[in-house]
């Protein structure tokens, strides 16, 4: 009697397993690198959360991910080869992505916390990496005609990086930049007198920062962090202004879980503003702020839900959801393409930051009239920030827009010094003084 012997393709639709019957070595690597990634999504969300943080604050952050690393554990021994190595291959590039903030803190402070199961997550990551790429050549498909065999791994090639584009990249943005923020305090280059200052939010976290005393009664907060600011809080000093600028949470010195995009960050610049109305040199009315790019953002969505900024400069505003990534001056068919890239980006930030989407900008600065407003915009920087003439619109009568179009993003005072000081300045003392 003759032996059969499967064909090529139920041989690859069939799991992966040793002659005994038990898990393949490339199905346990893989339950390895999963485990490992998951290991640090527990210990950064449960086991060892930032301070100022409980594990209840990243139920959502923390669950979602374990939760579909599991799902992943489950279906690999079940796929076929070309789709296992495909999954070895995403969940790599995520498991890298996981273990930045951990290579970031180790690098700039020293390995410690959570550092340490961030480190394994990547190398797990570089491992499925590995796996993947190998499942993907053992398995590849060598019948059929030649004349096809090479078209469809091609077709099959742009399949993948379509995928990697809309699904992988967005996912591991969102995690990268609600895990990881500036992890020292810079160099202080101020060159004037300057106070160490502590003040807490109103969800507990304790955010530390300078403060220039005020001359004139006026102040102003420099957002966001102790760096980007530094320049400009020369110049408002110079004037006469107190000057507050300070580590954001999850930054510097202060506590809390960082977010690049300024989600939830509104309440850091209303923490800002309780401290110096508490301040015997300011007064509680002659307040107002100065931010950059992500700082302008959450200057214009803070005094859209406050009244105790009395003046607002927004420099560099864009885009931080998919509505307002959406509302650029785009041509559709590019709108039409990074559709899924802007949504999935947007939902993964939701998840991993464990905070609600914002409102769209557009539908929150209405809200700041009458206050005077003045908008600083480079529409040729590719920063999106082509979205302040719709803010200029949505303000109304109250709001200026000032666009330089030579400048960089956030450049303004570096193309135009003398006309950045005089604007900015005189805005300040029309509005405050």
Do not use: C
């Not at 002659?19 to 060892?48: K, P, W, Y």
């Not at 530390?208 to 009664?217: A, D, F, L, R, T």
């Not at 977010?259 to 107002?288: C, E, H, M, Q, T």
């Amino acid at each position: 009697m003759t032996a059969t012997h499967p064909t090529r393709s139920e041989t690859r639709a069939a799991p992966p397993l040793t002659r005994r019957g038990g898990r393949s070595r490339e199905t346990v690597l893989f339950l390895i690198g999963i485990a490992l990634i998951a290991l640090h999504v527990l210990d950064d969300n449960f086991l060892q959360p930032q301070p100022g943080t409980s594990p209840g604050d990243h139920l959502v952050g923390g669950l979602v991910p374990l939760a579909l690393l599991g799902l992943a554990a489950w279906a690999y021994p079940r796929l076929r080869g070309g789709r296992r190595g495909a999954l070895a291959l995403a969940l790599g590039v995520l498991g890298i992505a996981a273990g930045i903030e951990g290579y970031y803190y180790a690098r700039e402070l020293g390995p410690s916390g959570d550092d340490f199961t961030g480190l394994l997550a990547m190398l797990a990551g570089v491992m499925l990496l590995g796996l993947g790429a190998v499942t993907l050549w053992r398995t590849r498909r060598t019948d059929g005609r030649l004349s096809w065999r090479y078209p469809r791994r091609a077709l099959l090639g742009f399949a993948g990086v379509l995928v990697a584009a809309w699904v992988v990249l967005p996912i591991g943005l969102g995690y990268v930049t609600t895990h990881t923020g500036r992890a020292v305090v810079p160099p202080n280059h101020l060159g004037v007198a300057y106070e160490d200052v502590t003040f807490k939010t109103s969800d507990g976290l304790e955010l530390e920062g300078w403060y220039v005393p005020s001359k004139n009664g006026a102040a102003v907060i420099a957002f966001p962090g102790r760096n980007g600011p530094q320049k400009q809080t020369r110049v408002l000093a110079r004037h006469g202004y107190g000057v507050l600028l300070f580590d954001r949470r999850g930054e510097g010195k202060s506590e809390g879980d960082p977010n690049s995009w300024g989600w939830g960050g509104g309440k850091d610049v209303k923490a800002a503003i309780a401290y110096l109305k508490r301040r015997p040199d300011v007064d509680p009315g002659r307040i107002g702020g100065i931010g950059l790019s992500v700082g302008g953002e959450m200057m214009l969505e803070t005094a859209a839900e406050t009244d105790d900024l009395a003046a607002v400069v927004s420099e560099g505003a864009g885009a931080r959801t998919m509505s307002e990534d959406l509302d650029q001056d785009m041509p559709r068919v590019e709108k039409v393409i990074g559709f899924p890239l802007t949504a999935l980006k947007t939902a993964s930030i939701a998840v991993f930051s464990n905070t609600p989407v914002p409102s769209n900008l557009k539908d929150l600065v209405g809200r700041t009239a009458p206050r005077p407003l003045l908008l600083i915009a480079a529409p040729d920087s590719g920063h999106g920030e082509d979205l302040n003439r719709g803010y200029h619109r949505a303000a109304g009568d109250s709001a200026t827009l000032w666009e330089i179009p030579e400048s960089k993003h956030v450049g303004g005072l570096a193309a135009r010094p003398e006309e950045y000081e005089r604007r900015v300045v005189g805005f300040f003392n029309e509005a405050l003084l």
